[in-house]
């Protein structure tokens, strides 16, 4: 078997896998910080049932997100070992500044959200719950640092040295911030956070309708429901704009992927919006696509006589495999959509009150929930496939950066082990869940009992 | 430059310590976890632990990115070196990791049995692995010109690191006694410092051997003095850790086991200094402090985040201690 292809689909498991859970956590993490807060205001017990109930689902998820999460830090040195040669002098500092900065903090203040409710006052009981969700959206900007330096290096020269009579090539930093704030760090991290912060809010909105629609405990689901609308209108509007910004650093710094992401195979001013279409890598074409002219240059430009760069501009082995970026970014894009439909449709229902009164739309709500999680899957799949064939943009090809020193049949047996292991954690990730709904939030006279 | 790379070698030592000494005292419960009899003696062991060991395993995150940092082909030779052992120490993680949170979720013996048989077991993988890892690299492992491993799965299992696997365990075992005693109460505090005298004969029994024949790579070292000191170091206090723990001091005896942690690693990184992973086919090969580093900047950019960093988490680990200082409530059943 290909030894490239191998260590590629060992990574594309763990990361798709790992990363079911992070969003989640940043989601619902500032959420359980919104209603520790309320309660720390105004002291309605109905919000300490909400932060109780909520940061159990929290706790289950957490710990998948941290199990999983040694592996991808791991694999770079086990799978990637030419890769780790040529970019650690770059790509290790921010993986170390997560662990100092971000890591530490919320496994600390975890600990006293998940068991120290007795031993600390409510002051700190609230602070540790802020500390969690910023714990969690700072690890997300060092490892975003890290990928956006992938996509588009910066504050770096390449140097060639001789190491045992080998020719090596390494990148080396000669610009920390430059490297850090690279072009496409802040409008990447600002749709990271959006996005992972749809799947926390859309997650409550959706398992709430479900619980209300199961008939069981409807009076705690209903208020759980009510507020999550608003954060889920205002979330996925947000994350559509940085998006938007986003797509317009594509464009300029890494234009054979918006190229593949848009379809696009000839340079053109007045280039089309393909809303589908199967792109053909090898004839270099799309069929049966439906398009709306001019779109695309004029979301890029801002006007239809923007020329947007082609494919054929790149030789063949420079490009992304089209039909798989193309996809990816559209299905994100159209699930974006859903997302905003659903909670427009929400908040029109929630000013004129009627927000849990229409089964239909709980059941559209409910059936909403895995959506995030997929949009936030297929975004990154976007992003990283459209990089290929690079793993470090134009410095560095994918089949060059794999561990020469590991046999095939290990990555083999190690992609069996993920597969077998991830397979029952998510059986048992759904399991509790449910289970957790089943038990439902602890009564309101219990939580005042155990305050006093 | 020099200075810095010194700096960084020592800064990952203290990483590494850090981890050794945290995360291997709930490392070392999770083998005791084998040996409690009753559920709720089990269920207090995992209580002792459950607030801590997230933060004490995220040393261990920050130890694989600093020297991913600063000595990247160190990184890349030995983890892809290593590469079976590292699948097994992540099986074995991620499993005591889920382990810990989900087995108290759900009442229910088959659940309770199958997650407390995964922590244990979780637990000793990776302390066995830990110690035939750096059995290895003292060794010195077989590498061509970049550095990629060349020596195949089974020549990592010779007997010197084997025995340092070993070692590790029963090391932890010891530690985790200790830990154990201090933090539970009543007869099961009672049976932990039994556990933590049999553990401590078990060490200094693996612990002999190996060193009279790792003793060697002390002396082959460019720096023949200190190794040895830290040696003799790790004898006397872990001697004193008995003493303590024969007392019934739990606090002292958990501290001495820590700073014979802390010596038994400082030996081993002056047995090896300079080198990091010394080449076993051709010594010209081997990585060393100062031909396998990052560049000067990077080693002072991450110097900055260090010196800002550290403190503070010394600050969260000291204050999470402090938060969950009391004794753990044993339910006899």
Redesign the interface.
């Known amino acids: 078997m290909d030894p490239v292809l191998l260590a590629r689909v060992q990574f594309a498991l763990t990361i798709m896998f790992h990363y079911i859970f992070p969003p989640m956590t940043i989601g619902l993490g500032w959420m359980i910080f919104m209603y520790n807060t309320r309660y720390q205001e105004n002291g309605n017990p109905l919000f300490r049932q909400l932060a109780q109930f909520w940061t159990k689902i929290f706790a289950i998820t957490f710990v998948i997100g941290v199990a999983t999460g040694i592996t991808m830090e791991f694999q770079f040195g086990t799978n990637w070992a030419g890769y780790s040669r040529f970019v650690g002098d770059i790509f290790g500092a921010p993986l170390a500044a997560e662990g100092v900065f971000a890591f530490f903090l919320e496994s600390s203040f975890l600990g006293i959200l998940l068991y120290g409710r007795k031993r600390v006052s409510q002051k700190m009981y609230w602070f540790s719950s802020f500390m969690v969700a910023l714990g969690a959206t700072m690890s997300a900007f060092w490892i975003v640092v890290a990928n956006s330096w992938q996509q588009t290096p910066a504050g770096y020269e390449v140097v060639t040295e001789m190491v045992n009579g080998v020719e090596v090539q390494k990148a080396v930093l000669v610009n920390f911030w430059e490297a850090v704030f690279n072009p496409s760090t802040l409008p990447r991290y600002s749709h990271v956070i959006t996005g992972a912060l749809t799947v926390g809010v859309f997650f409550i909105l959706g398992t709430s309708a479900w619980q209300i629609l199961k008939g069981r405990n409807t009076e705690f689901f209903r208020m759980s429901m009510r507020t999550a609308i608003i954060p889920c209108f205002a979330v996925i509007m947000l994350t559509m704009v940085v998006g938007h910004k986003h797509g317009h650093q594509v464009a300029e710094t890494q234009p054979a992927k918006l190229a593949a992401f848009e379809g696009i195979w000839e340079t053109q001013t007045h280039a089309p919006l393909m809303l589908f279409g199967l792109p053909d890598q090898e004839g270099e074409k799309n069929h049966f696509a439906i398009q709306v002219p001019g779109m695309v240059s004029l979301m890029v430009g801002g006007k239809f006589d923007t020329e947007i760069q082609g494919l054929k501009d790149f030789p063949p082995e420079d490009r992304p495999p089209v039909a798989i970026a193309f996809w990816s970014f559209h299905l994100m894009f159209y699930m974006g959509m859903w997302m905003a439909l659903i909670a427009f449709i929400g908040v029109i229902f929630w000013l004129n009150k009627k927000l849990l009164d229409h089964r239909v739309y709980l059941k559209l709500c409910a059936f909403t929930v895995p959506i995030p999680f997929l949009a936030n899957e297929v975004g990154w799949v976007a992003a990283e496939v459209g990089r290929q064939p690079w793993v470090v943009y134009n410095l560095l090809r994918t089949q060059d950066a794999i561990s020469k020193a590991v046999p095939a049949g290990q990555v083999l047996a190690s992609i069996i082990m993920f597969s077998l292991m991830y397979a029952l954690l998510f059986g048992l990730w759904i399991y509790l869940l449910k289970n957790q709904f089943r038990k439902g939030p602890e009564s309101i006279e219990s939580l005042e009992a155990e305050a006093k | 430059m020099e200075a810095l790379q010194i700096t960084w070698f020592l800064l990952i030592g203290i990483l590494i310590i850090g981890y050794a000494i945290l995360d291997g005292f709930d490392l070392g419960v999770g083998f005791w976890h084998l040996f409690a009899k009753k559920k709720g003696e089990r269920t207090a062991f995992i209580h002792s632990i ?3 060991w ?2 004490n ?2 040393w ?3 130890a ?10 160190v ?7 290593f ?2 052992a ?2 097994l ?3 074995g ?3 005591r ?2 382990g ?3 087995r108290n ?2 009442e229910n013996e088959k659940w309770v049995k199958a997650w407390d048989i995964a922590f244990s077991f979780g637990s000793i993988l990776p302390t066995v692995l830990y110690g035939v890892a750096i059995g290895n690299v003292l060794q010195g492992l077989e590498l061509n ?6 020596g195949g ?1 089974f020549a990592l299992l010779n007997p010197f690191a084997l025995f340092c696997g070993i070692v590790g365990l029963t090391m932890f075992a010891h530690h985790g006694a200790l830990y154990l005693s201090m933090k539970l109460d009543g007869d099961i505090a009672q049976n932990a410092q039994k556990w933590a005298q049999k553990a401590w004969y078990a060490f200094l029994f693996t612990l002999m051997p190996t060193l009279a024949y790792g003793v060697k790579f002390c002396i082959s070292g460019d720096y023949r003095f200190l190794p040895m000191i830290f040696i003799v170091l790790t004898l006397v206090v872990n001697s004193a850790s008995f003493m303590f723990n024969k007392k019934g001091k739990a606090q002292a005896a958990f501290i001495a086991s820590s700073v014979t942690i802390a010596c038994l690693m400082l030996a081993v990184a002056t047995a090896l200094f300079p080198n990091v992973v010394p080449c076993t086919n051709n010594p ?2 081997g990585l060393t402090v100062f031909n396998s580093s ?2 000067q ?2 080693l002072l ?2 110097l900055i ?2 010196l800002i ?2 403190p ?2 010394l600050g ?2 000291v ?2 201690h402090r ?2 200082k ?1 004794k753990v409530k044993v339910d006899n059943k």
């Open positions: 459950e607030p801590f997230d933060g395993e995220v261990l995150l920050t694989g990115g600093a020297l991913f940092a600063a000595f990247p082909p990184y890349a030779t030995v983890f892809s070196g590469y079976l590292m699948m120490v992540l099986l993680l991620i499993f990791a889920v810990i949170e989900f979720k759900i010109a970049i550095g990629d491993y060349t799965f010209e090969w990052s560049s900047l990077t950019s991450m985040i260090a960093g550290m503070i988490v969260y680990t204050f999470i938060v969950f009391d």
